[in-house]
């Protein structure tokens, strides 16, 4: 796992490098889920080779009440803004308890454009072959928007809660379409639970039944596998 994060973290940084322009920041994505943890290691290692950032998460539950230790703003705030000595200030995690989430959603697409755009997306997939939360189904093209969860993703994502009804149905995510306008991404997965999806990701054809599948119209992307995640290629 260290060596997949090393490697991760030479990818990462050596985009946010070359990002650089004079009084901007380097602007990261962030992923949650446990498939980056290792990365966020490494980063947090090397932190003092990172510049001043800002970041944008992917993707947020819907409806848990603000400081639940499963909010990605909280998962974003301990495993990544606190390990990286990021300015809390410059991170932005999509609005889950927005009165009006498309319009929060509307918002973030805004604030990303705002900052020039994300240089490099960390990515992990899901075991459907979903990014971020874009579920099967959701457009190529897709933007910030409130989508409903699968239950697969549900029952996925439930050993980081007391039961599955505790789960939220429904999540705000970066589409397809704004993980596409990154200018890098950098895709880490792990475990053979992972192995169906990435062959169908990255060998079959270009679908919406398959989200990640829009890695292969991207010009600039580096996939990480460890632990049998390779295994259907
Ligand atoms: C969640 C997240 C995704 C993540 C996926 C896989 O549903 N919204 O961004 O890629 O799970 O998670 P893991 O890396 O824990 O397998």
Known sequence: MNELGEAAADAVLARLRNAHSPGTRPVLGVATGS??????????RR???LPPLRAFALDEYLGLPPGHSESYAEVVRREIVEPLALDAGHVAVPDGSAADPERAAAGYEAAIAAAGGVDVQILGIG??????????????DSRTRVVRLEESTRQANARFFASLDEVP???????LGTIRAARSLVLLASGEA???ALAAALQG???EQVPASILQLHPDVTILLADGAGAGL
């Not at 498939?35 to 947090?44: N, Q, T």
């Not at 459907?128 to 190529?140: D, M, R, T, V």
């Open 35 to 44: 498939s980056p943890l290792s990365l966020y290691r490494a980063l947090a």
């Open 47 to 49: 932190r003092n080779e």
């Open 127 to 140: 075991n459907n072959g979903h990014l971020a939360f874009n579920e099967p189904g959701s457009a190529l």
């Open 169 to 175: 149905t429904h999540a705000l995510t970066q589409g």
């Open 194 to 196: 992972k192995a169906d």
């Open 205 to 207: 054809p270009v679908t």
